[in-house]
């Protein structure tokens, strides 16, 4: 997995750098308890650290967008990190379904449901001579879309664990960049990683390492103001003069009025590919130019695109993309739940002619229900892959390259 983002499978995302330990030489069992006062925070998602007091959270917002508010709350982005609950892990605790078996057969992973949490637990060796180590499940990442990964707490540093939830399998697997067979528990997740899963973390000072975080300054999934910036001027001004119509400084940020450069960047803070931050963690604010917070790769033309966490350099390779002033947002509505691939069809319909492909004449009319799967394939990433029983398991992403593909290119 490539380093410094989390897992997108999810998901969105790339792995950190993993630090690896052979299962024989594991640390003894270990349990976190949990933080309330961050737990908190990040559960109710209303308001932020007295460091962006600027920030209000969701529940300022849905007190007048009540209707995108619902809706927008079952969407991936917002859902890309939870607390954990019965119902945003889709892993099952239940005996049988709860194990995870590796190419070690002395080592096994156990995830138990208890009272106090949800815990994954490596098991090493066969009675009596058996050991084990437990961490409990303190932050689901992943919408579930493609599956989900799941991060502890120790002490102040937020590591992920070393069990993962794979959709397609609708099972445990080894979470993606791990090698089967190893019980790896240190995996630090730095701030390039959270950002694009949360909201807002603060970040702690230390010499050395990257992932303190202080508990009770976390905010998860993406919030309204992700993507508007900053809320608190607006809503006092609609609170003050609830009829006038504002602009300017007293206008919060509606990314379809920004120049098309800054909307693309909107997106681009997360779908644009690893990059370099180049100033902390969450500064970033629509509106204002990416690069001064976040440096992207710029593929050539010639250049080899990854299908996964590039969208919007793939996008903008696209001759719709080149020969229009199509944004991410002409096809996908941020504030609702992403539906099934095909019926974006009616939007290639609206400047493509379905006579013109070249599949017209073999498939007729019925061409128009599905220009997504030819033109737009799913397409094993090499970022998101999973070690499983000696066998290599890649997530399938939607390449964003819109072009005609070569026969046994697409799915």
């Not at 990190?81 to 096994?108: E, V, Y």
């Not at 900053?230 to 609830?242: K, M, Q, T």
């Not at 693309?264 to 509106?287: K, N, R």
């Not at 696209?318 to 099934?340: F, G, K, L």
């Amino acid at each position: 997995m490539a380093t410094r983002r989390l897992i997108g499978m999810l998901m969105a995302v790339a792995c950190v750098a993993a630090l690896t330990f052979a299962s024989r030489t594991a640390a003894r069992p270990q349990q976190t308890k949990p933080s309330s006062p961050g737990r908190a925070i990040a559960q109710v998602n209303d308001g932020e650290s007295a460091a962006r007091t600027n920030f209000l959270g969701d529940a300022a917002c849905r007190g007048c967008h009540q209707e995108i508010g619902d809706t927008y709350a079952r969407t991936g982005h917002h859902l890309t990190s939870q607390l954990p609950t019965k119902d945003s892990i889709l892993g099952k605790f239940t005996d049988g379904a709860n194990i995870l078996r590796t190419s070690d057969p002395d080592l096994h992973f156990r995830m138990d449901e208890k009272e106090s949490g949800f815990y994954e637990t490596a098991v090493f060796w066969q009675p009596p001579d058996e050991k084990t180590r437990t961490e409990r499940i303190d932050i689901v990442t992943g919408s579930g879309e493609k599956g989900q990964t799941y991060l502890y707490w120790k002490g102040n540093q937020l590591f992920q664990l070393p069990v993962s939830y794979w959709s397609e399998l609708k099972g445990w697997t080894n979470s993606p960049g791990y090698t089967d067979g190893i019980a790896n528990f240190d995996r630090p997740i730095v701030p390039e990683c959270l950002q694009c899963h949360a909201t807002y973390f603060e970040s702690l000072p230390s010499e050395n390492a990257e992932n303190y975080y202080r508990k009770t300054d976390f905010v998860l999934g993406i919030s309204c103001e992700r993507c508007h910036g900053p809320g608190r001027e607006h809503a006092e001004n609609e609170r003050l003069n609830p009829t006038a119509v504002f602009s300017g400084t007293h206008s919060i940020v509606n990314p379809a009025s920004l120049p098309r450069d800054r909307q693309i960047e909107v997106c681009a803070q997360c779908h644009g590919g690893i990059g370099q931050l180049i100033v902390p963690a969450f500064s970033y604010v629509p509106g204002q130019q990416l690069d001064n917070y976040f440096r992207l790769p710029h593929p050539n033309a010639d250049a080899r695109v990854d299908v996964h966490g590039n969208q919007v350099a793939l996008t903008q390779k696209s001759r719709c993309y080149q020969n229009s002033q199509m944004t991410c947002t002409t096809c996908h509505d941020v504030h609702a739940p992403e539906r099934a691939a095909a019926s974006y069809s009616a939007k290639c319909l609206q400047c493509h002619k379905d006579r013109e492909c070249g599949e017209f004449a073999k498939l007729g009319a019925k061409i128009r229900e599905n220009c997504i799967d030819c033109h737009m394939p799913l397409q094993d990433s090499d970022l998101i892959v999973a070690d499983l029983k000696g066998k290599q398991i890649k997530a399938r992403i939607r390449n964003h390259w819109v072009k005609v593909y070569a026969t046994g290119q697409n799915p």
